[in-house]
């Protein structure tokens, strides 16, 4: 009976750890639909606000330096960054080399979203700002590039699960990202449309982004 006691002890030890994995790489209402035993999870958004933030010259810049160094370097930034993610709902899909994209959307209503999605560029940019004072091995800098529109999540892979989400409204946050100053944070018209009149914004007329065509954006402006 004491082995069967331990036995039962240690099932429930290994269920809660794989419990724990599992809302660590996925959202948490994803999670519990996976552990429901829900098969083929996939759904439809009509208005999330997706958002990627880079680390300008960053790959050049750790050439020479020791790896655990650039791990540590990048741990440090980018749990920072989890952690205002988590404050302001906005969930991380994933990290990409030194490049952050996540999404608000999925818990909020679309203006909440999108304004929490704003803020949280402002707050990883500042994040980015002191760290740099304070690091002696590099230059850091940030730039970040955000949309609004429908787009499609779901879980994939059978062994490795991922969270991931698709669409155009992706493909232009990044390319808003790719064509943003380092510092700023670069808007769509969509997103602009949502906010409202409630932030300081500057308009960007006829900028070329590929694969789309030419469009007009904002900059944020912020303090």
């Not at 009509?46 to 020791?66: G, H, M, R, S, Y």
């Not at 700023?184 to 602009?192: A, F, G, H, L, N």
Request: glycine residues 6%.
């Amino acid at each position: 009976r004491d082995k069967e006691k331990e036995l039962i002890y240690n099932l429930k030890r290994e269920r809660e750890h794989s419990e724990r994995l599992l809302y660590n790489i996925l959202p948490d209402q994803v999670a519990a639909r996976l552990k429901a035993g829900e098969k083929t999870i996939a759904d439809k958004h009509n208005d999330v606000t997706v958002i990627f933030a880079d680390l300008i010259n960053f790959t050049p810049q750790v050439k020479d330096l020791e790896a655990d160094k650039v791990v540590t370097l990048l741990n440090n930034i980018f749990y920072e960054f989890d952690t205002l993610a988590q404050k302001l709902n906005i969930v991380k899909i994933k990290t990409i080399g030194d490049s952050y994209f996540a999404i608000g959307g999925l818990k909020l209503n679309a203006k909440e979203s999108a304004l929490n999605t704003v803020e949280f560029g402002k707050e990883i940019i500042k994040h980015i700002k002191k760290l740099n004072e304070k690091t002696d091995l590099m230059k850091l800098e940030l730039r970040v590039g955000i949309h609004s529109g429908p787009a499609v999540s779901g879980v994939i892979g059978k062994k490795k699960y991922a969270y991931d989400i698709w669409g155009s409204t992706v493909n232009l946050a990044n390319r808003l990202e790719t064509t943003c100053p380092v510092g700023k944070i670069q808007i769509s018209e969509d997103t602009k449309t949502i906010i409202g009149d409630k932030l300081d914004l500057e308009v960007r007329k006829d900028v070329k982004v590929k694969g789309i065509g030419t469009i007009n954006t904002y900059y944020l402006n912020y303090t």
